[in-house]
Structures are given as C-alpha cells and as structure tokens.
C-alpha cells in the first residue's frame, strides 16, 4: 500500500513562489510514475507535471516554464517548484502516483494524496 502525503501550501501573493513536496510511504518502489495536480473550487482537475522513476519529466501547457517537478530518491519526496504565481492559480494541488510504462502530465493516476490548498492573492 502507497501513501501520499503533501505539503508546503499555503498563502503567496501573485508573483510569489511556492515549493510543495509529496512523500511517498509504504511501498515507494511499487510506483514508478508520479505527478502533480490541481482542481480549483467548480473545477475539473488538471494534469501538471509527472516526474518517472529515471527523472524523465512531462508538463501541461499551464506548468511549462514555471513549474518544475523534481524529486529526491533518498527522501522518496517528490517536489513541485511554483514561480511567477497567478491569483488564477489558486487551487488544491494533489499528489498522485501509478505503476505504468508510459509516465506523463496526463496520465491516469491510481493512488492519491489528499491534497494541499494554495491560495495566490492579488
């Protein structure tokens, strides 16, 4: 059994950066792909960032060029790094992992954290 578990969320002002992190317990080395979401309140949810178990990254259009995914083998810790923060970029960002062969922003997750709440003000 994976656990997840986020953390880092909290309140920036737009312009700000935010780092959150994902740790991963149980059995780390049963997934090998693992990515960053988020839903905002009335909002489907939306694929970021998918890091695989080589370090290969995957990003959507609303995180290239100022999220980046990272994670620490050591710490079984992924990582979200958030810059140039928008008041639309308010959301519960989630934490989510699968065991697959083909690792991306979009691809269907199987175990879930229950997510960390950021708030951008304007």
């Known amino acids: 059994q994976v656990q997840l578990l986020e953390s880092g969320g909290g309140s920036v002002q737009a312009g700000g950066s935010l780092r959150l992190s994902c740790e991963v317990s149980g059995y780390p080395d049963s997934v090998n792909c693992m990515g960053w979401f988020r839903q905002a309140e009335g909002n489907g949810r939306e694929g970021l960032a998918a890091?695989?178990?080589?370090?290969?990254?995957s990003y959507g259009d609303s995180a290239k060029g100022r999220f980046v995914v990272s994670k620490d083998n050591d710490k079984n810790t992924i990582y979200l790094q958030m810059s140039s923060l928008k008041p639309e970029n308010t959301s519960t960002y989630y934490c989510a992992a699968v065991n697959t062969p083909y690792c991306a922003y979009y691809t269907a997750m199987q175990k879930w954290g229950k997510g960390t709440l950021v708030t951008i003000s304007s």
């Open positions: 890091i695989n178990s080589r370090g290969g990254t």
